[in-house]
């Protein structure tokens, strides 16, 4: 077997069986499987992909999920020398597969390999800011980067060489987390020039989504990060790579300012507390992104907090599931 395909999903009965689909078809010509984790459902995402060649698994606990829960998951029944990770909202371009698999055949020491992801919903603020962003990011361009955010091809050989793909404690950035394994362990990742991934993203009003995210655990994801890189060969890369740490040390440093300038000069706390609203204003070129932006980062500085202080499962441990439908053997 080629490749394996996994797709972790919750709650994405709108868009799993466009990537189910998409995902089989990618796989037909290699030789390869599709496997569905699900992390606790309670819509139809499993009822609509359980009558496809598609092999559906679950989490035992419900409670265990997670961004890297689903990942390892997916992981743990993967087969081939390759493993491709998408999202339930995510369906592949015909094509990358083949170029992603043929760049890794000529490139041994790449571990892993991404395409263009594009993003199909701009309804929120948080995916305007995004794919704003998306320009100015060294990793989202072809060559050799230092993650593969949204998705991509993987050696498995690297993978197990790491010890696992994904750290079950993880509410975000298990992708980021994996690259700094890698690079500790001297491998390299890549983005080569070909669309990869349509990505559909959640709909809904941003401020509840956002506020959703910091109570599923999404938001703590930079601190567990860190805390899992305590003490380990990939901290450097950690401290070093990840913004989000860096900007929220920055945001810890401006709340004890406006608390110190409540108590010491309080005529001044008015400008202290609009000068950094006022800058991302400026920066995102609209009042509603500047606000909104302002709001998310002042979320993340708590979320990292939360996911240092967070109690964490040693990440090796396999991830209790049950299985749903599985795949026939070709």
Same mark, same amino acid.
């Given at each position: ?57 679950? +989490? ?13 998951? $997916? ?21 990358? +597969? ?24 701009l309804s929120t603020l948080e995916f305007q800011i995004r794919a704003a962003a998306v320009r100015d990011e060294a990793h989202r361009r072809e060559g050799l980067v230092d993650r593969l955010d949204g998705g991509g091809?993987?050696?498995?050989? $690297? ?5 696992? %793909? ?9 992708? %980021? ?7 500790? $362990? ?21 401020? =509840?989504?956002?506020?959703?995210? +910091? ?32 900007? $929220? ?80 053997? =070709?």
């Amino acid at each position: 077997m080629k490749v394996t395909i996994g797709i972790k999903a919750l709650n994405e009965a709108a868009h799993i069986e466009a990537s189910v689909r998409s995902a089989l078809a990618a796989v037909a010509p290699l030789g390869g499987r599709v496997v569905l984790a699900d992390s606790g459902s309670r819509d139809a995402t499993t009822d609509i992909a359980r009558p496809l060649d598609v092999r559906v698994v679950q +989490l035992a606990d419900p409670g265990d999920a997670s961004c890297g829960a689903g990942a390892q998951l $997916a992981y743990q029944y993967a087969e081939g020398e390759y493993f491709c990770l998408i999202d339930g909202d995510m369906t592949l371009v015909p094509g990358f +597969l083949e170029a992603g698999l043929a760049y890794l055949e000529v490139h041994p020491d790449v571990a892993g390999v991404g395409g263009e992801v594009i993003e199909r919903n701009l309804s929120t603020l948080e995916f305007q800011i995004r794919a704003a962003a998306v320009r100015d990011e060294a990793h989202r361009r072809e060559g050799l980067v230092d993650r593969l955010d949204g998705g991509g091809i993987y050696r498995m050989a $690297a993978i197990r060489q790491v010890g696992y %793909f994904s750290d079950r404690n993880l509410g975000s950035f298990e992708e %980021f987390e994996l690259a700094a394994r890698l690079d500790a $362990a001297g491998w390299k990742l890549a983005r080569i020039d070909v669309p990869a991934i349509e990505h559909s993203g959640h709909s809904g009003s941003s401020y =509840p989504l956002l506020l959703r995210r +910091l109570t599923s655990g999404q938001l703590s994801g930079a601190g567990q990060v860190l805390r899992s890189a305590l003490g380990r060969r990939q901290l450097p890369f950690v401290l070093t790579r990840l913004k989000h740490v860096r900007a $929220a040390m920055t945001i810890w440093a401006w709340w004890c300012a406006c608390v110190a300038c409540g108590v010491f000069a309080p005529l001044a706390l008015p400008a202290l507390l609009l000068g950094p609203c006022a800058f991302l204003v400026w920066r995102r070129g609209s009042l509603r992104l500047g606000i909104f932006s302002f709001c998310q980062w002042n979320l993340v500085a708590v979320g990292i907090i939360a996911g240092l202080l967070r109690s964490r499962v040693p990440p090796d441990r396999p991830v209790p599931a049950v299985e749903l439908s599985p795949q026939s053997k =070709p």
